[in-house]
């Protein structure tokens, strides 16, 4: 039921999303420095 709420509600959806873009910010960061996003590294 609280998972419900949560997706219905435009602001815990907002963090998600604000949360996924944080992510690959990170991960290009991450590229630009020459190191390989986490997953890529064997």
Known sequence: MALT???QD???RFSRK???RQTQINQAKRSRLGRPP???AA
């Open 5 to 7: 709420l949560n997706e």
């Open 10 to 12: 435009p602001r815990r």
């Open 18 to 20: 604000s949360t996924q």
């Open 38 to 40: 986490p997953g890529t």
